[in-house]
C-alpha cells in the first residue's frame, strides 16, 4: 500500500475517497492523527497529516517515530511525502516543486533513530542515497502524466524550526550545497530507511528563503499561504498519477 504523508497545505485529499480512519498505538507514543483510508485515482492508499489534521504540531514537536512505525506496521510498503520549502539556489522561484536527491541535517534533539537503548544492537543503515530512486522515478514519471513541470533533483537542508531562518544561515546551507530549505525532512526519511520503507518526497517551493529574491527583507507568511493555496493543486495532480500507476495491489 502507498502512504502520503501530508505537510503544510496538504491536511488532507481532497479528491481522497475515504473508507475508514485507525487510531494507532505505537511503542513511540502517539502518531500526529490516526491514519486514513481511502481510494485515490482507483488505488487504495493511507493518508496521514504530519502536523495533525488541525496543523497543530510543529516541526519539533511531530513524534516522527510513532508516524513511521505507524505506517510500518499496517502494511505501507512505499511512502510519497509532501513538504513546503524555501528555495536556495538561483533559478529556483515560488510554486516550483521538486524531487529531491540529497539531505543536509541540520536538526537537533529530535527522536532520530529506532535503533537505541540498552536492548538494541548498534545498527549503521546506509543512507549514501536518502531517497529510493525507484519512488523518486514514480513521482517524476507521475508528473510527466500530470503535464506538470518539476526539478528532478536537489539538496534539502533540512534545519530545526519552528522560527525561519536567517539571512546568514541561508548563506552557509548555499556555500554547504543546499537548494532547499525545510523543517521536516528529518528524520522522517532516515526512520522509513530504517524500517525498510521506499521513501521519496516532493517538495513545493513556498517562498525565496530568507535574503533572496522577495524574502531579503522578510519573509511573508502570508505570500506563503497564498503561494500553498494556489498551486497545491498540481502537487495532488502528481500524487494521483502516481497512484493510478502504482497504487494497485
Known amino acids: 500500500m502507498l502512504a502520503i504523508i501530508g505537510g503544510s497545505g496538504l491536511t488532507q485529499l481532497a479528491t481522497l475517497e475515504v473508507l475508514r480512519k485507525q487510531i494507532v498505538r505505537t511503542p513511540y507514543g502517539e502518531p500526529s492523527g490516526p491514519l486514513t483510508y481511502g481510494h485515490l485515482a482507483g488505488g487504495e492508499v493511507a493518508f496521514l497529516a504530519r502536523h495533525g489534521y488541525g496543523h497543530t504540531l510543529a516541526p519539533h514537536e511531530i513524534n516522527y517515530r510513532a508516524n513511521i512505525w505507524a505506517l510500518k506496521e499496517k502494511g505501507v510498503t512505499r511512502i510519497l511525502a509532501v513538504c513546503t520549502v524555501g528555495c536556495i539556489?538561483?533559478?529556483?522561484?515560488?510554486g516550483d516543486i521538486v524531487i529531491p536527491d540529497q539531505i543536509i541535517d541540520y536538526t537537533w534533539g529530535?527522536?532520530?533513530?529506532?535503533?537505541?537503548?540498552?536492548?538494541?544492537?548498534?545498527?549503521?543503515?546506509?543512507?549514501t542515497h536518502p531517497y529510493c530512486e525507484a519512488t523518486r522515478g514514480m513521482l517524476i514519471e507521475g508528473a510527466r502524466d500530470a503535464g506538470v513541470?518539476?526539478?528532478?533533483?536537489?539538496?534539502?537542508?533540512?534545519?530545526?524550526?519552528?522560527?525561519?531562518?536567517?539571512?546568514?544561515?541561508?548563506?552557509?546551507?548555499?556555500?554547504d550545497g543546499a537548494d532547499l530549505v525545510g523543517m521536516t525532512g528529518m528524520p522522517e526519511a532516515a526512520l522509513a530507511r530504517e524500517l525498510g520503507i521506499p521513501y521519496a518526497a516532493l517538495a513545493l517551493v513556498a517562498n525565496p528563503a530568507a535574503g533572496r529574491g522577495t524574502s531579503a527583507q522578510a519573509v511573508s507568511i502570508e505570500e506563503i499561504s497564498k503561494v500553498l493555496k494556489e498551486t497545491m493543486g498540481r502537487v495532488s495532480l502528481v500524487v494521483e498519477k502516481v497512484v493510478e500507476r502504482h497504487g494497485h495491489p
Not at 532520530?112 to 543512507?127: N, Y
Not at 513541470?149 to 539571512?167: F, H, K, M, S
Open 89 to 94: 539556489t538561483p533559478g529556483l522561484a515560488s
Open 110 to 127: 529530535r527522536k532520530s533513530t529506532f535503533f537505541e537503548g540498552a536492548e538494541q544492537p548498534v545498527v549503521h543503515v546506509d543512507f
Open 149 to 175: 513541470a518539476v526539478v528532478p533533483r536537489g539538496t534539502y537542508a533540512a534545519v530545526q524550526g519552528p522560527r525561519l531562518e536567517t539571512a546568514a544561515e541561508i548563506d552557509r546551507f548555499e556555500r
